[in-house]
């Protein structure tokens, strides 16, 4: 196959959230765009759950036709078993394939060059500046010479360590998950389960998409366990451990199958080098309490693009992109450290503390639960939150996240 070298502003790796929403506002700013994605289609293999929450999502524009609003909130351990229940839908489970291509949409119309089934198989730099990257594409192999490069890779973080800017993540959730068919669930309440027959080292969920659609999965943490979730998951579902046992035998059926991987370490100590921007799960911007982060992904993806376009005219470098990186770490930061010291409490109670453990969430309204499942823990919310909960474990968790 024929072999070509061209030139770009900006060069994005990765056809995810982060990197779509990079590549649709550095091509609105006028940026020549040009965007990887390794699978054969936008959103072909899907690597996420989907969880996100509704006031985020229309404040980043997604139409609310691509998510299923939740309202309810469950929790199950070995022995216990909470429901938060809300006046109105807060949280939402995403139609992932869809909204993801939708988000392409938005990039194309803007005019970026979407290249599928392309695989970067290197990356170019001049002395230690990051100036391009070669791929392997369904035309041929393909030279791009870039001012920038977005690296939106994910949990690889491909480009980031081809360059040599930084290392493979050593703590990370290993996931497994079924979209199923099911018959007539409640499709406004989503539920985490707890405990060894769940998970080694982390938790399942139970994630309704509509009243006939549901995505069951696992996540276990590296390097705390090594069990894999896919033996874990089967289990849930052919021993009908709860929610499923609401479910009757052979109304549950996997339509797919989903794997994925997301850094559980907190975020990367830099984002940035001269012509490089990482962003997405190759930042390390996530939740580590319930492993979410397309929200964060949408939103520091359109960062990364605005302030990779106006960095074009001072070649990218590294000075030229450190707004980008204080800005989300202004937001964002501190939330992931103080989740990531809960969800290290959580990842190795025995059966027996869980039980005890999610008793906290029975006293907490849908407002103090969200706030707190979202990692929104301002100063306030936790005064707040150890002040008026008069359970000891509460009270040290709470407490905890004041010392962060």
Known sequence: M?????????????GGPAGLSAAYTAA???????????????????????VTWISEMERLGMPSKFYNPIQNYRFVSPSNDVIIRGDAAKSCVLDVRAAYQHLAFLAAREGAQLMIKSIVTDVIKEGQRVAGVKASTPAGKLTVHSRLVIDASGFSTSVGRKAGVVDQWSRYGVGAEYECYCDDIDST??????????????????????????????GI????????????????????FKPLDAIGDGKIQPLELHYGFIPNEGVRHNSIADGLIM???????????????????IEFGRLAGEVGADSLSHNSDRESLLQYERSWKAK???????????????IGLTDEQWDKEIEILRDMTVDEFLDFIKADFSRVNMMKLALHHPKVVARQLFN?????
Not at 28 to 50: P, W, Y
Not at 189 to 217: C, E, H, I
Not at 400 to 404: G, T, V, Y
């Open 279 to 297: 962003v997405g799960d190759s930042a390390g911007q996530s939740n580590p309490l319930v492993l979410e982060g397309i929200r964060y992904a």
């Open 189 to 218: 309440t989503w539920a985490l389960m707890v405990g060894q027959n769940y998970s080694d080292a982390g938790y399942a969920w139970f994630f309704p998409l509509s009243k006939n659609r549901v995505r069951v999965g696992v």
């Open 28 to 50: 609105m700013a006028g940026a020549k765009v040009i965007l990887f994605e390794k699978d054969q289609s936008i959103a072909h293999n899907i690597r996420t759950s989907g």
């Open 332 to 346: 964002a930061e501190s939330r992931i450290h103080s989740a990531l010291k809960v969800q290290m409490r959580w």
């Open 2 to 14: 024929e072999e070509k070298e061209e030139r770009f502003d900006i060069a994005v790796v990765g």
């Open 221 to 240: 943490g590296r390097p705390e366990s090594n069990a894999e979730p896919l033996e874990k998951l089967n289990n849930i579902i052919e021993k009908r």
């Open 400 to 404: 905890m996240i004041l010392k962060s």
